[in-house]
């Protein structure tokens, strides 16, 4: 095992691929196969009983190759995945990527060992390896995978990076995120981690220039200290997600990767001990609030402010604000009177501003009396307006966006949007918010949320790290 | 005020309708005035300055109409509403919706005496008044709203109800429900509480065959001894969601519907002492639980078998099982054995069974002998497949989701599905499983406070009652 970061740009720019279990049949693979055979990468399809895949020659051995090859990628049984192992190492390849599972995770004694084997090659060797039992890597910037990816649908100029043992955060949270707009660097996914682990991606994406905000998935971490020495010195902020809290929870891990998961209190500690680091509860928490940390402002406050034309989820934000101990702003009467004097009068115009159904008619102008108060360091925009009107009156949002855009840009404040009602109603909004960066949510708890964390990156010694280093 | 709960029946199958302050531009209103306009339901048109309203004339006075009126709904200035209430009751109209806002939320005095004065002329005469300051109410079964509903994308045969003083309960939410294939029977929004409150509308949705279960948002509650009366003797399972925990979402209430929210420990203690009753803690927990209530079985006992082709999501399931003091089933050796037998030699079978990327293949007969193991009372299947390979396969879900509900309703086991992904995914599987009645979500912690609710609820006594009754 190297120690060199560097060694981990193979599993991502790799100049020239192997993949070996090639499949062009509804099977584990195929998505990946047809994808690099068809892409710029230069690929070579490997497969013991086939000919021909996709109209490329077929290679029975890697070691047929008339070509370096850099990266191997494998997707065979199990059985025969150290023998495929052994002979990538034989063909001098520099990364190995293990999608296959079956190893220590299924706690029989075979295949436990299969893996162990492997981990002495990768520890006697220069050869590192991702998993086995994971989907590899994704790179939205070169446009590089080895799982389902649909670049066609990803958001191009992301700067989040995941890095997970799972990999339902290889590509079904990718795939949800598009949804949302949310645009990714990496993804990594580790899988049992017999090699390369979250510190050896850690390091590399600090490193990373494509990589704003990194987030992690955990089950269990084989390099306690070394994580935390990692976690400490990292700049950029870290969102974690660690699962098997409970008893069961961690005997299901034993099962997933073969992780032992640890005292959860211990992991808590860690967390909360380090600036920079946040703790989340499930996944799309996690990428809400990443798209938050990868687009916004940091605040100078802790005031936040309320635009909304729900009274109800008005409320509802009230009570998340001093559940995370941040504050509602207490608006200037002046900027309460410059809203009045364009409001009906039956509006709510005390934070949380509650403009009703009037709220195209005076959503600007409150916005920009909102946001050009100093007693507000934040805002949240609460959209809760039936599809039948929007429809009917096709009531264009892009200017509220792009006001909220420049005044936000201007006045070094971040916003972040709620929208509430059918999906009609968030691909509404999605459609026209995607270009204006704003981030869009569908969960308020999770802007609340979002708002904490980056006030609390903003007060650490990370962010005036940053700071004196510009 | 009348004490008759079938008064209460005016508001959802009114003969005859007025609408006040009628309009056919764009203003609140208008979705209404257009829907009930060109509906079968005898609707007249009040507006002072208008003589023609979509071909329908209009009149200057509720008094004009050559007709009995039995409902008015009355969206004018809130300057006007006295008079117009007045107008009302000479008019000898059985109900009343005031749905324009501007009223005890504003705090300003001349309003707040409005106000008054309307419950006073409630209390001193046969008519009932909703309001002001909501969207009033739809009724599912027979098409009449006062909101800005499309019943062309709403979900027929549905059996929850919803009461909430909020008008984003009205219509936002019943849309967002739409898009999750869950159906209503009535939503009633009761703004500032002048005559009707929820206590009116708990005795009406008791006695109402629609409705199977009932979801409460509450600001706050005038008549808190009679709602505890209440609360105890419903038969039907009721989801309440209480807003203004904290000290400033206590404040912003006040703002909104002008209630005091009360000591959010005082709920609690309620909420917890009376089975039948169950808290939520946001809106979309609210819905994806009644949906459960509605469509599912009640278990007999807690123990909950989970099938996945994602590791993760497993645990993160069984981290909410155990924290929600449920269990996860310890599946019999010979429901294994089964599995086993169809199964590659990498996927994990004990429970969370976590089928991986194999899934299509043995979902089927692990489903079968996962359901028939008498040590399993309810099922979560997980479902995250990524898009490519569904789409590319057109991957047929229909028969898993068959037997999941022949299953179900033969061994009266209660399933959910959570669906992880894009929206293609989601609704992928929605217009697949609607027909089911398949349960299905994208947060795994509704799911497991579901099961739950549902364990509950079939301990109770009042689940006991039923019983005994039929």
New interface residues.
Partial sequence: MSDQITDMDVFFNPKSIAIIGASDT?K?G??MTYYLLNSDFKTYPVNISKDIIFGHKVFKNINDIPDDIELAIIVVR?ENVLQIVKDSVKKRVKGIIIE????A??G?EK?VKIQEDIGVIAKNSDVRIIGP?CVGVTNFNNKFTT????FN?SIEGGTISII??????G???V??S??QKIGFSKTITLGNKVDVDEIDMLEYLEKDTNTNVITV?L?GVKRGPKLIEILRKLTKPVLILK???????S???K???GSIAGDDKIYDAIFKQYSGIYRVN?F?EMFDIAQVFATQPLPKGKNIAIITS???????A??E???LGLK?AVLNESTIQQMRSIS???T?L?N?V?L??SIFMTFSKSLKAILNDENVDALLHIF??????LE??SIPITPHLREMKNLSTKLNKPVITCV??????L?YFLKHSYKYKIPIM????HAIKAFKFLYDFSRSNKNMNKNTEI
């Fill in positions: 509804f584990f195929y998505t199990n296959t599972a079956g190893f995770e299924t029989i295949f039992n799982t389902e990816i649909d649908q997970a043992q799972s990999g339902v955060l590509n079904i949270f795939e949800w598009a949804s998935y089950e699962n098997g809290r409970s008893e069961i929870g005997k299901a891990i099962s997933h990767t499930n799309y729900s009274g109800s989820l008005g409320i509802l009230c009570d604000i001093e559940r509602l009906p009068n039956w709510s005390k949380p509650d009703g159904p809760a307006v039936p599809q039948k009107p009917t009156f509430f009602g059918s999906r009609w109603v691909e569908t969960q308020i708890s």
